[in-house]
């Protein structure tokens, strides 16, 4: 059984990121008061994409890809899902804070290797970006695991399960408000989609890859916005015992985020970075400060 | 997506694919490019044709010239086209690059735009409105259903007929050629 959940598992993460993709363009469509485009046009997409010809720009650009693809793939065998955990027995949240910065890494690689001005300005943003959040997020986690005394996301999820969520909790909901605010941050959203800005660099980083390249990159944008929303759940909404409450919960989280995605500008990055290493970074620091005072 | 349509997709699910998603290269050339705007946003919302803007021609497969091309123009839209990943769409948009328009008698203004890239279709007018973009679109969808979009195809096969015309207006490009071209 847990062999099969083994191979099921990304491939329900796969599923669930690329329907959260449709419908986040659909969303944001209703918002701009405009019809939108099919639930399933991610997937249109997509299939257009690999049967296009395409462009490699050296040995380097090819595996940075499959390098960002596969970290997000062993990452969703790590993230219990509803009562689900492949491997989360023996990984736990140290295995997820060192994979989870393969996925912009693999991107920076490959998109170093095709030598265009912009891609190398968008991953110098993506690195900067990443460095921003990774601060207040590790403050964040650190919080968590100090409160229940584990590095075991299945654990932490049970103890959740047992007593209440951690956003509701008393001293982990100040850890919570910095989390939420490091969110948009994680997702790449607005008023932080300094990374892709398709006005200003020519969407970044992706700005060379064509055909089934571009195809495997939203796919693993696709995993990696489901990656980010499931471990907020796991870790501050009580995860689930249930595979469709937690589709759910991710659901109501991912959509809260899009309609700040709907309203903002954009940032620019020396703006992100302040905004980020001063309030989250603040609160989070307060929140293990607190933490650490009152103790388990 | 239509449901009736499930059938074709079984069948060729690559063709559909190209149909349905169909992203422009947002390239402005001349005045049509102010039709673009209102036609991509709340107005007239291009996204429910599956039709969307992208940054860069390695993500695109629609080329829509807006408008008339001066000499100089012509050098980017060459060098936008070739760059872009074939199967690729090139769609004229507005009077100019069908035969001048207005600019007839311009020594700096490309007249016949076909002999330098293939176009795959025209919208007529000056300027056409949003919903001619629409139209053009759905033109396109049975276009490549019947498989006469093949712009794509002819310049491949007719390659060195192209190269020859871009140099002689261009007295000279500095790029080599894309395709090989067989001597004679």
Redesign the interface.
Known sequence: MRIVWLFLSPLIALVAGVLLLGLSRKIMARIHWRYGPPLLQPVIDIIRLFSQRSASHGILFDLGIVVSLAGSLIITLFLPFGNIAPLSGSGGMLVILYMMLIGPLGIALSGGESGNPNASIGISRNLMLAIGYEVPLLMVLLAVMTRYGTISIVEIVRVQQASTWSIASWPLVVSGLAYLLVMPAMLGFRPFEVVQAPQEISSGPMVEYGGSYLALVSIQHALSLYITISLFVNLMLGGSGNIVIFLFKMLVVFVLFLFVNAVFPRFRIEQAVRYLWRWPTLIGLIGLVLVALVGR | ?DRNQLIKWLEA??K???K??L?AVYFCTGCGIIEVPPSI??RW?A??F?VLP???P??A?LFLITGYVSVKTLKAIIRTYEQ????KYTVGFGSCPINGGMYWDSYNTIKHLDKYIPIDGWIAGCMPRPEAIFVAVTHLWTLIDKDMADGYKRYRKYYSQYRANQEKVLLGLEWPPLFPIEAG
């Open positions: 997506m699910p690559a559909m694919g190209h349905y998603s992203h946003t709340a919302d996204e429910r599956g992208t940054a860069s390695r993500q497969n872009m990943p074939e199967p």
